[in-house]
């Protein structure tokens, strides 16, 4: 019996979206669930834009973890799957307007505006630390616990 593409992706993917859920983020799968969360977002959320390419293996879902570690950290954490959760992930993007979509890519929200964001351009490539030290200090900037 053959697997159906789909559920391959899936299968593939699942250690791709761990290395978020594990350290804490949460999964919005659908658009609905972007606009619930968006709806009620307070205070900061980082929010990654996971894909399947080594970029996003190797640098932006480590440095985006390790980031954590920092003094000053977001309130909250999501992720959207560009390439697996279609919707989600454009829903995601009408919230970023003034942004051409890349993935993968991170933004920091305060409330449901976007303050800081990371395309595609500026991970790879990068040494981890520089993406680390972008988030660092858009943490530094808006995540000030007062």
Do not use: W
Request: include cysteine; glycine fraction near 4%; hydrophobic fraction near 35%.
């Amino acid at each position: 019996m053959s697997m159906h593409y789909d559920e391959y992706m899936k299968q593939v993917v699942l250690p791709m979206r761990s290395e978020l859920t594990d350290a804490g983020f949460k999964e919005l799968l659908t658009a609905d669930q972007v606009d619930e969360y968006m709806n009620e977002a307070e205070g900061t959320t980082l929010v990654v834009i996971n894909s399947v390419c080594g970029c996003a293996a190797g640098l932006a879902r480590p440095s985006a973890v390790t980031s954590l570690l920092h003094d000053h950290t977001p309130d909250h954490l999501v992720t959207v799957f560009a390439g697996q959760d279609k919707e989600a992930t454009a829903q995601l993007r009408s919230y970023l307007p003034d942004v051409p979509p890349s993935s993968p890519s991170m933004a920091l929200f305060k409330g449901n505006k976007p303050v800081h964001f990371i395309p595609r351009e500026s991970i790879e490539g990068q040494e981890p630390e520089t993406i680390i030290r972008d988030l660092a200090l858009a943490y530094n900037n808006y995540c000030q616990k007062s």
